[in-house]
């Protein structure tokens, strides 16, 4: 049911270790806060309303249709999570979304959670809900605001995640910032769209059978200065960053092969080509034989161990 | 109708089965940070990391192929690589020319964009192994014991336990969807408004699946209200660790280091 | 006289301004077992939301002679066994033993008590063995068991039920019937099933339009045609 592995979220050896531990720790501080901050503005409704939307969420995202050229319009919730539920949840929401698919459907790497929380969840959130409020406050509680803030908020945080999927690939040195950042922005620059598309849809259904969860957000004022002012600060980072990085791809390549000093240490053995390390080739091979014939005798036994027990199960019984 | 295929899990009576869940998940954290620190081109410890999954896998009692099957998932992203092939300076291996465009095909760039592949590859494996032979109430408890905060658990608890029951509406609402759209087919061949007009259905479903969600959400806070909920997440203490189970982790965690220490000396 | 359930006057309006409940008065001696009837929109799960606190209006509740206010909450949610409509919303547990157990979890018992307190409930609903089972994958009635065992788990003095009989098939409500006949507890159960009223409880209560319009024997109110019809209802 499940749909093919979609483009934001990346799988465990994309990000070299290093990106992949910086990111978990920024996860961590954001979630962290969010934690503090969601008890306030929920109270012991939190954790089903959290739960069940979340689970609600995941659901929706079977819910694609395509839009042109094989890309499929779907959710990834980080705005319709803000808009009705706040950041503070939202971010947790999105956190647990982003961690399931990651644990049940290999969905997203695991040591690259970190990374694809931070994407999706906080900077989606923080996006969704910069340009939320903003559109919200300039339409003065008309309807307009609503629609535009959520199509908008849907658009910005989809292009923010895939920009930011894109530097984070460029820094950790597996596609170079000219290819990726246009590649990323492009593709999600049309998904974006279909995805608002839904939004809209899903706000317009809820606007007509319950406003008041709409507009729940709006007489309770959740104290959001702070992650708005964030939300707006990643807006404009990724803005100037990503054609930046994409105009100049050394620089980020000059980063990566700093962060990657891990992958860079060991050359690649076929750099040893023709003339001068014919040594080195034939040591190379030899270790790498050997292992071929290592491997193949460990899998070797555990088949025997396996046929042997199940022959002695069989027996017992 | 219900949705059981969302559930990766597959009983099965094997070791790998029997390993304490804790056990098991830093087992496959600690698999896919060896996979990711081991240097770009050491063959020989992919073949190793390769040779350890695959033991895992016969050892679950799955059969070889349905890991392996599975995880040709992630391959899609792989294409995201795909310039290293010609970006990474060295040894040129094939040129290819597209009108004005030439690419080079260098012997770094393969060996890097090949050993990104593998590393991948076997960090999926292990990711798939763990998800199915591990039930996910046992994966809450490893979450638990990893020090995830106790909201986090409690909301990706519940958040499971209705995933199936969500799905199963949102399933029925598409087969309504497809019920009232004669010519589903030949949706593609509509001009402008019909994108417009899909996605509002679409939206449609979302918005309905979102309200059902919140209704429902109601509905658990009488339920969870009525046995004594008082918004904090309570929960058991964790059974202890049995020794043989400890042996084990010490024993995994002793051979992956001895792997990541022979990849960068070899 | 000492009531397991007393209930004065009880009136309730809704946030929307809608009138749920207009001076209800209702008691309900020990180990007694009462079938409420009537038709939908007529206030019986507004009634029933009221005996363990969760909606408060105006008028008096007691259960076992603790009033229903918010400094009691606590011991009034252990005594009453809330068993909702829908299992779904009353299972929210990954697991069956996670579910039972989290009555008494908050109830502040120890682990060891928890675990023996689960194992007993299980087995009063004939589900001994099912602590590792995954909700999602029980039958309804396996649900409907489960969903009373984790009330029972906190072993209430009077157990309160919504619509137990709906959406089981036939065998499954049988054996329903069985089980909350072997139940020795005070027993108030909100129902369309006219059948199971008829069989199991020695007294009906009808309610309409937020008021409590019959109270007495079943097998007499079973036989007032007129009364029936008027509250649309049927004799089984």
């Known amino acids: 049911m499940h749909s093919a592995p979609q483009p934001l979220h990346i799988p465990d050896g994309f990000l070299s270790v290093l990106v992949s531990l910086l990111f978990w720790l920024l996860t961590a501080a954001a979630v962290g806060y969010a934690l503090r901050r969601v008890g306030k503005d929920l109270g012991d409704r939190q954790v089903p309303m959290m739960g069940v939307l979340a689970a609600a969420i995941f659901a929706g995202q079977m819910l694609n249709f395509s839009v042109a050229g094989g890309t499929s319009g779907h959710l990834m ?53 910069m340009a939320y409020r903003t559109l919200q406050r300039l339409a003065r509680g008309a309807r307009w605001g609503l629609f535009a803030g959520g199509f908008i908020a849907t658009w910005l945080s989809i292009e923010a995640s895939a920009l930011l999927v894109a530097l984070q690939l460029a820094v950790s040195g597996v596609s170079p910032a000219n290819v990726a950042v246009p590649a990323m922005g ?119 161990l396996v046929a042997y027990n199940r022959r002695a199960r069989r027996a017992s019984d | ?135 996910f109430p046992d994966l809450l408890v490893a979450m638990r014991a990893l020090g995830v905060p106790r909201l986090i658990v409690a909301v990706i608890g519940l958040m499971w336990r209705y995933l199936f029951v969500l799905a199963d509406e949102a399933l029925r609402l598409i087969r309504a969807r497809l019920a009232r759209s004669g010519d589903a087919a030949n949706a593609e061949l509509r001009t402008g408004g019909s994108l417009v007009w899909r996605a509002r259905v679409a939206g449609g479903m979302a918005g309905s699946l979102f309200l059902r969600a919140f209704e429902r959400s109601d509905r658990i806070y009488m339920a969870m209200l009525s046995r004594g909920y008082d918004g904090e997440a309570r929960t058991l203490p964790l059974p202890r660790i049995r020794p043989l189970q400890w042996l084990t982790l010490g024993v995994g965690l002793g051979i992956l280091a001895l792997l990541l220490v022979l990849a960068y000396l070899i | 006289m000492h009531h397991s359930i007393e209930v004065k006057d009880l009136s309730f ?61 606590g011991r009034l949610r252990a005594m009453v066994g809330l068993v909702f409509q829908s299992p779904d919303d009353q299972l929210f547990s990954p697991t069956v033993f996670d579910d039972v157990a989290f009555g008494p979890l908050y109830q502040g018992l120890a682990a060891e008590l928890v675990h023996r307190r689960v194992e007993e409930a299980l087995c009063a609903v004939h589900m001994c063995g099912y602590e590792r089972r995954i909700s999602h994958h029980l039958s309804a009635g396996e649900k409907k068991r489960i969903a009373i065992a984790t009330v029972l788990s906190m072993q209430p003095e ?11 098939d036939p065998r499954a409500r049988r054996s329903l019937i069985q089980l909350l006949c072997e139940l020795p507890m005070t027993m108030l159960v909100s129902t369309h099933d006219m059948h199971m009223v008829g069989e199991l409880f020695p007294r009906m209560v009808i309610m309409d339009e937020g008021s409590i319009v019959a109270d007495g024997p079943t097998e007499a109110l079973m036989n007032d045609q007129a009364l029936l019809e008027a509250h649309g209802l049927e004799k089984p």
């Open chain 1, 77 to 129: 919730g980080a705005a319709i999570a803000t808009i009705l539920l706040g950041p503070w949840a939202a971010m947790l929401v999105m956190t647990c979304v982003v961690s399931v698919q990651a644990l049940i459907f290999q969905d997203g790497g695991l040591l690259v959670l970190g990374a694809n929380i931070f994407n999706m969840g906080v900077v989606g959130v923080a996006v969704s809900y």
């Open chain 1, 186 to 304: 492009g593709v999600h620059a049309l998904i974006g769209i279909g995805e608002g598309l839904i939004t809209l849809g899903a706000l317009a259904f809820l606007y007509r059978a319950r406003p008041d969860l709409l507009l729940a957000g709006e007489e309770r004022p959740i104290k959001g200065q702070f992650i708005w002012a964030f939300g707006l600060l990643l807006a404009f980072g990724l803005a100037v960053a990503s054609p930046l990085a994409s105009s100049n791809p050394d620089g980020l390549e000059w980063v990566a092969a700093q962060a990657g000093f891990l992958d860079a240490r060991r050359a690649s053995p076929f750099n040893l080509i023709p003339d001068y390390l014919l040594p080195g080739i034939s040591n190379q091979a030899l270790a790498t034989v050997l292992a071929g014939v290592l491997g193949m005798l460990i899998v070797f036994a555990v088949t025997l």
């Open chain 2, 1 to 135: 109708m219900h949705i059981h295929f969302l559930d990766p899990f597959q009983p099965r009576q094997s070791p790998i089965h029997q390993l304490d869940p804790r056990v098991k998940f830093v087992l496959a954290l600690a698999f896919i940070l060896t996979a990711a620190l081991t240097p770009s081109g050491a063959w020989s410890a992919y073949i190793l990391l390769f040779a350890l999954a695959f033991s895992a896998t016969i050892l679950s009692d799955l059969g070889a192929s349905y890991v392996l099957k599975r995880s040709a998932l992630a391959l899609p992203f792989v294409l995201s690589a795909l310039p290293l092939i010609f970006t990474t300076e060295g040894a040129s291996l094939l040129d290819l020319s597209i009108g004005a465009w030439s690419l080079t095909v260098t012997q770094p760039g393969l060996a890097r964009f090949a050993s990104l592949a593998l590393k991948s590859w076997v960090s999926v494996q292990a990711g798939i192994l763990l998800a199915v032979t591990t039930p």
């Open chain 3, 13 to 73: 309006a809704y946030p929307d301004g809608h009138q749920a409940l207009k001076g209800v008065s209702l008691s309900i001696a020990p180990c007694e077992k009462v079938a409420l009837v009537g038709p939908n929109g007529a206030g019986k799960s507004t009634l029933i939301l009221h005996l363990n606190g969760i909606l408060m209006g105006s008028g008096e509740v007691r259960v076992c002679a603790v009033e229903a206010r918010k400094e009691n909450l």
């Open chain 3, 158 to 168: 009077v157990l309160v039920l919504d619509e137990p009989t709906a959406g089981l």
